[in-house]
């Protein structure tokens, strides 16, 4: 089923289904980025609380320090992690940008909708699509 917008260019549901999915995957291995980082956060901070109430049981603030240590690592290294997995999920975008707008089955005017770019200085942001069509498309569908 072929949308109105995109009848007169030939591109088939085929193709922007399987563009849709590569960004569905692309932002969910960005979501994942974002969920390591939020998860080194709340562990870090759980070693730091637990550290700290080490410490002040047991006086010893060398328990504190080592606990402080260990949550700058953990906290540290899951921060990282999570940043290069958010941007493997950017390069994968930017990659799928690059495939759609050198599509040989897209025209000027499919490649710039698919994009989101429809007008000059406005453009759509790609959490607001879902499988390659528009919010405005989903509307327009449901009505």
Known sequence: MVSAALA???????LWTRYGEAYSV????ISLGKMVQQVALVV??????VSLVSALSSESWLMFGVGALITVIVSGGGWISGMITMDQGQIM?????DAANTSPLLDDSSKAHFLGVTSPGQSAARKDRCCGKS?????NNAK
């Not at 007169?8 to 085929?14: M, Y």
């Not at 692309?26 to 291995?29: D, Q």
């Not at 975008?93 to 940008?97: L, M, V």
């Not at 919010?135 to 509307?139: P, T």
């Open 93 to 97: 975008q930017s990659i799928i940008d």
């Open 135 to 139: 919010n405005q498309q989903k509307q």
């Open 26 to 29: 692309a932002a969910g291995i």
């Open 44 to 49: 870090g901070a759980l070693i730091l609380l």
């Open 8 to 14: 007169s260019t030939g591109v088939d549901d085929g």
